[in-house]
């Protein structure tokens, strides 16, 4: 961490009281779009918006150091940092994928794979003798999401880049699920981390972002030119809100999981549950190796209810504090049935191959008081248990 100063006083603070124009403690938003040339040849620090914004520096700056990296590339959403962190591959490169990834991944690679774009390996990344047969193939980049999206697996980082390394492969973590307050994957080998901003670290459901932070300057800088090239770099207006969101990260994500665990113990000893996931939990399979990476289980829980998904119909139109929408992350607790929707792009072979059930539930834990959620969960259930 940068100044030796603490992850939470860097989210808290990072950039805080430099304006030199007002003295301004918070830094103002910069959206002009160019600037100005002091003179004839010689460009300032900054020249056009879609290369360089100071606002958008300013939270580029401070994820990297959260993730300790190099260097952050702010861009429009999730879906365009995987696509940026996947531009090195050629036609014919492989890329070696987690089989249970979030829908809107699976769809990118797919797609991207069928266009000839590179070719596209999904395992299960758990299962030893899958992952030594992909690598054996010569991978060019290995991509982990840990905990998975939506059941929750936990894969381990430090074992799966020293092994692609090993294979000359480049590893990506998607770090969405935890944010760097719970998972600092480049510390434990890897070479990029992919964010959706849109979730925890932003984490009030009104931005859509994302980044990718480096762990070598070198392959940030090319990352960066690549996201001016394409045109992918994210809005000031965008930044700004994030940085805001970033300033209560940790004290959100740390509530947030102390309320997902009580849950998580609801539901594990609830009859209308049949299995839950949820690494903080002992039974969890992904439990011990979770305490060796994670310094948090997160606030994400999933959840199979028993009868499929006429008592999954049952839940949700009981539910009164949940909300029934897609995304994660927010102050506000979400439920999400994943086959209908943020894995409705998968093919229902690949959703059944990756073990996303008719009956599974996915739940994205907020702000809201524990006996809340808990009465809420608890009256849903019990109706669902009557059907
Ligand atoms: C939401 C999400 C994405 C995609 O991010 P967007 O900001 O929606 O484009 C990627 N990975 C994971 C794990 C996600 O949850």
Redesign the pocket.
């Known amino acids: 961490m940068s100044d030796g100063r603490a992850a939470r006083t860097i989210a808290a603070t990072n950039g805080v009281a430099q304006d030199t124009a007002f003295g301004a403690v918070i830094a103002p938003i910069h959206l002009s779009t160019t600037y100005k040339f002091p003179a004839f040849e010689k460009p300032g620090p900054y020249d056009y918006s879609r290369l360089g914004n100071p606002t958008r520096d300013q939270l580029a700056d401070t994820i990297a150091k959260l993730e300790g990296g190099a260097r952050a590339v702010m861009v429009a959403?999730?879906?365009?940092a995987?696509d940026l962190a996947l531009s090195s591959l050629r036609p014919g490169d492989l890329l070696v994928a987690p089989h249970d990834c979030?829908g809107?991944?699976h769809r990118l690679l797919s797609l991207r794979s069928a266009r000839g774009h590179y070719r596209v390996a999904f395992i299960d990344q758990g299962d030893d003798a899958a992952l030594a047969a992909a690598l054996a193939e010569g991978p060019k980049v290995v991509l982990i999401?840990t905990p998975s999206?939506p059941l929750m697996r936990v894969v381990d980082i430090r074992r799966v880049t020293s092994l692609a390394k090993a294979a000359g492969a480049l590893t990506v973590v998607?770090n969405?699920?935890l944010s760097p307050a719970l998972q600092q994957p480049l510390a434990l080998g890897a070479d990029l981390v992919v964010h959706?901003?849109?979730?925890f670290l932003n984490g009030h459901s009104d931005v859509?972002?994302?980044a990718v932070i480096a762990a070598d300057a070198a392959l940030g800088e090319d990352l960066a030119a690549w996201a001016n090239t394409i045109g992918v770099t994210g809005s000031p207006l965008d930044a700004y809100l994030t940085l805001r969101g970033v300033r209560t990260l940790f004290v959100r994500v740390e509530r947030q999981q102390r309320t997902a665990a009580a849950l998580a113990a609801f539901l594990e000893a609830h009859p209308a549950v049949a299995r839950v996931h949820y690494p903080g939990l002992p039974s969890d399979p992904g439990h011990a190796l979770a305490k060796t990476q994670q310094t948090g289980f997160g606030a994400m829980i999933s959840f199979a209810c028993v009868g499929g998904r006429e008592a999954v119909r049952c839940i949700v139109n009981t539910l009164q504090v949940f909300t029934l929408a897609e995304?994660?992350g927010g102050v506000e607790s979400l439920i999400a049935h994943p086959p209908t929707m943020t894995h409705a792009a998968m093919d229902p072979e690949a959703r059944t191959k990756a073990g996303i059930t008719d009956g599974l539930l996915r739940l994205s834990i907020g702000l809201e008081a524990e006996e809340d959620l808990l009465a809420d969960l608890s009256q849903a259930l019990e109706a669902a248990g009557r059907l």
């Open positions: 959403s999730g879906m365009a995987l979030y809107g991944t999401e999206n998607d969405t699920f959706s901003t849109t979730k859509i972002g994302g995304s994660l």
